[in-house]
C-alpha cells in the first residue's frame, strides 16, 4: 500500500485528509512573535481574524525536514508519494527531499506539483484516485506530474490591500487601485502566481474571468470553487455565473488558507477546473 503525504498548503481539511488516509505536514504561520502550525494550531478562520485586527501581515514558512522526517518515519515499510507547495513559492519541496536524503530511503517518491491551494488538492484526490486502484509510487508520481500543468486555478483578489501589506505592490498604487475599484484576477503558472488580467467592477470581473476560461478546452467532469475569509456565500454569485456556461458534472467549495490568503486576503474567489489533455 502507497502513503500519500502532503503539506497544509494544499488547503485539504484534516477531515477529507482522514478520510482519503492521507497525513498533512503543516507550514508554519508567523505572527508578530508568535508561530503557529497551519490547521493545526491555527485554523483559516482564526487566521482571517488576524488579517483583519493587525496592520502587520502574518507569514508563511515551510516545514522542516524534520517534520516530514517525523512522519516518514510513522511508515517505515510502505512506499511513500510526497507531493508540496510548488517550489516556486516555497521551500517545502527542498524539505522534503532533504528529509528524504537524511532518511536514506529509496522507496520516498517526492513530485514537483508546481500547484498551490485547490488546484494542488486537485492532484492529491488524483494521486489517491491511482493508489487506490493499485498503482505504484512511481506510477502515481509520473502520472501526477503528467497532469499538473492541465490543472487551472483563476482567481480575483477582493482589495490590493494585502497585496501592498506583503510588500507585492507600493501603498500608492494599492490606494490607487482601491480607489479606481481595480481588482487584480490572477493564476498560477509554472508554480508561480502571475495576474492574468486586471478589472473594475464585478462585472468587469466577470466578463475577464469568462474570456479567460473560453480561452482553454476546459474539462467538464470537476470543478472546485475556493473563497477566502470566513463567509462562503461570496461565492454564490461567483459560481453562478460561470455554472450557466460551464455545466461541470461535479463541483464543490473549499476555504482557501494561509499560503495564498495571507497575501490574498479575504473576500477572493476562484474557481479550479482541468483542461483537457491533448494527445501527442
Do not use: W
Amino acid at each position: 500500500m502507497v502513503k500519500i503525504i502532503v503539506d497544509s498548503g494544499s488547503d485539504m481539511t484534516r477531515e477529507l485528509a482522514e478520510k482519503l488516509d492521507v497525513d498533512i505536514v503543516p507550514l508554519h504561520i508567523k505572527h508578530e512573535e508568535n508561530t503557529f502550525l497551519d490547521r493545526v494550531d491555527i485554523e483559516p478562520d482564526q487566521l482571517y481574524d488576524l488579517l483583519e485586527g493587525s496592520s502587520v501581515l502574518p507569514h508563511t514558512s515551510q516545514p522542516s525536514p524534520a517534520a516530514f522526517m517525523s512522519v516518514f518515519g510513522k511508515y517505515p515499510d510502505e512506499d511513500i508519494v510526497v507531493l508540496t507547495i510548488a517550489k516556486e513559492l516555497s521551500g517545502t519541496f527542498q524539505s522534503a527531499n532533504l528529509a528524504k536524503q537524511i532518511s536514506e530511503r529509496n522507496n520516498i517518491y517526492i513530485a514537483d506539483t508546481r500547484q498551490v491551494t485547490l488546484p494542488l488538492m486537485d492532484l492529491v484526490l488524483e494521486a489517491c484516485a491511482l493508489r487506490d486502484q493499485g498503482k505504484g509510487a512511481e506510477e502515481i508520481v509520473q502520472n501526477v506530474e503528467a497532469l499538473r500543468d492541465t490543472v487551472r486555478i483563476i482567481a480575483v483578489v477582493d482589495t490590493l490591500d494585502y497585496l501592498q501589506k506583503g510588500g507585492r505592490l507600493s501603498k500608492t498604487a494599492a490606494a490607487a487601485g482601491n480607489f479606481l475599484k481595480i481588482k487584480p484576477v490572477i493564476g498560477v503558472k509554472d508554480g508561480a502566481v502571475e495576474v492574468l488580467a486586471k478589472a473594475r467592477g464585478k462585472k468587469s470581473v466577470m466578463a475577464q474571468i469568462l474570456n479567460l476560461l473560453e480561452k482553454d478546452e476546459v474539462d467538464l467532469d470537476h470543478a472546485y470553487f475556493g473563497y477566502t475569509g470566513k463567509d462562503a456565500g461570496i461565492l454564490e454569485e461567483f459560481s453562478a455565473s460561470i455554472l450557466e456556461r460551464y455545466p461541470f458534472r461535479q463541483t464543490d467549495s473549499f476555504q482557501i488558507g494561509a499560503a495564498i490568503g495571507t497575501h490574498a486576503g479575504p473576500g477572493a474567489k476562484a474557481i479550479v477546473y482541468r483542461i483537457s489533455k491533448k494527445e501527442n
